[in-house]
């Protein structure tokens, strides 16, 4: 098995970071335990060649002898394969007792708060009058053959009545369905971008965008933010300066920050896209999700002209209703549709009836559902907040009007070794870094607030005890007993 990628010295030691704690751990083990939370992460994918140990003994300034213990110690947890003459590769382990604890690997343990995901339990009432009304209606669906490239005709009649309901004119050929705004993601990328182009992205920004970039061999363009709104007049001068293929952007409760883009910036970044005929990719993932007051129009509702730059908009039922139902999907013009279902077909020539259906109903009764799940949810946004507050005063957490997670700066750079300690104690989060790009955000770790408030408070109390392990934390007003490991 050869390595798909290859990653130097200098920028491994980038991606670790401060790795090396002040206390008197072992340092071998302590590298490997920062390399293995990047393999599991997904900062280092799978089957990258690692540097040769001497390369990054001395990007690292430490002994080789370290670096070798510490690729062997890779090696027997199952992260490292080696082969004489052709370097050594990341791997996941998969001997049944190598289960690691993490976010993207997780062991299965009932006494784990899995704070790695941002997504809710599904509302069971209304799952189960979607279950069953699906059912009635599958025996329609089922004399046919079931493949149904652009979907359901009945549920690609609903996004599209859910879209002109809130503001945003669509039809039904204007809708294509997929199985997840993932799938959604990877297709209109896929479709548009060729290796080598560059796409502008928010920084931070949803990890699973960075991969799809990089899958495509394109260049993602980060543009961060200026205090809690986007820079738009950097966006500016990166369109001008890069010229991207494509800008991807979350404007509604954006992830991981929960900023929301107001309307003056709402109509800039279309003129920017429309003068530079950028195509823009909105995803709309999040923007159900309003946690003060009502949430904004689609921005595709902004360039409805023909003269404008595309404007492709993608969602889902996964954050609104639940993350197993893998049902997204594209809105977009009709021969951007036809394109994109093209590239659907080399991958996947149906998405699955049932769960379609399930989706139909649920979206039919969506304003029900968000009623009663909002307001609890609001209640768990303030409560972790104030948890935040009393229990990690040098901590900082700005409150979002919407979404499903505190984006947290830490004080300081040390949100991998937080996220290790964390698995430790059996809480799974995702390291700020997961969410940029050459190890930054390495201050900051987002911390969703989608478990029952009882749970956040033991999931907190936790975090507290990873928190004081850490080497040089300093965490005041900690007055928590040790947590009970018997709580699932």
Not at 263 to 276: A, H, N, P, Y
Not at 382 to 411: C, I, K, N
């Amino acid at each position: 098995m050869d390595a798909d990628r290859h990653v130097t010295g200098r920028t491994l030691t980038k991606h670790l970071g401060s790795w090396r704690s002040e206390s008197a751990g072992v340092a071998y083990v302590e590298l490997a335990d920062r390399i293995k939370l990047l393999v599991l992460d997904g900062r280092l994918p799978t089957r990258t060649r690692l540097p040769a140990e001497r390369e990054l003994a001395t990007a690292l300034r430490i002994s080789r002898t370290t670096v070798a213990a510490g690729y062997d110690l890779l090696r027997q947890t199952g992260f490292l394969h080696s082969r004489r003459g052709s370097g050594s590769w990341t791997m996941l382990p998969d001997a049944p007792g190598n289960a690691e604890l993490s976010p993207f690997a997780p062991a299965g343990d009932s006494s784990a708060f899995d704070l790695a995901y941002a997504s809710l339990a599904a509302p069971p009432e209304a799952l189960a009058a979607a279950m069953a009304w699906a059912t009635e209606q599958l025996a329609c669906v089922a004399r046919g053959s079931g493949y149904q490239l652009l979907g359901l005709s009945s549920l690609r009649d609903t996004v599209a009545a859910r879209f002109t309901q809130r503001g945003l004119p669509t039809s039904r050929d204007q809708i294509l369905i997929t199985c997840g705004a993932q799938q959604a993601m990877a297709l209109v990328f896929s479709a548009l971008v060729m290796p080598g182009d560059r796409v502008l992205v928010e920084h931070p920004t949803y990890p699973n965008a960075l991969d799809a970039i990089a899958r495509e061999h394109a260049r993602a363009v980060p543009v961060g933010f200026a205090g809690s709104d986007w820079d738009l007049d950097t966006a500016a001068a990166a369109v001008r300066d890069a010229c991207p293929r494509l800008i991807y952007l979350m404007p509604d409760y954006q992830n991981p920050t929960g900023r929301c883009m107001n309307d003056e910036q709402r109509t800039e970044i279309v003129e920017l896209c429309r003068r530079t005929r950028t195509p823009l990719l909105i995803d709309e993932t999040m923007g159900e999700i309003a946690l003060e007051g009502s949430p904004p129009a689609p921005l595709a509702a902004r360039a409805r002209d023909s003269g404008s730059a595309p404007m492709i908009t993608i969602g889902s039922a996964s954050k609104t209703f639940w993350g197993g139902m893998r049902i997204g999907w594209v809105r977009a013009r009709r021969p951007l549709i036809e394109q994109f279902a093209r590239a659907k077909a080399s991958m996947d020539i149906s998405t699955s009836a049932l769960d379609q259906l399930v989706t139909q109903h649920l979206l039919a009764h969506i304003d029900e559902v968000l009623a009663r799940r909002l307001p609890a949810l609001r209640s768990a946004r303030d409560h972790l907040s104030g948890l935040l507050t009393r229990e990690f005063p040098s901590w900082h957490a700005p409150v979002p009007t919407g979404g499903l997670s505190l984006w947290t700066d830490l004080g300081a750079p040390v949100s991998s070794a937080l996220v290790a300690a964390a698995a430790r104690h059996g809480v799974l989060l995702a390291a700020g870094p997961r969410f940029g790009l050459d190890g930054a955000f390495e201050r900051c770790v987002r911390l969703p607030y989608t478990l029952p408030e009882p749970q956040l408070d033991l999931a907190m109390e936790r975090l507290g005890a990873a928190w004081l392990s850490l080497p040089g934390s300093e965490v005041s007003s900690i007055g928590w007993s040790t947590p009970q490991a018997e709580v699932a």
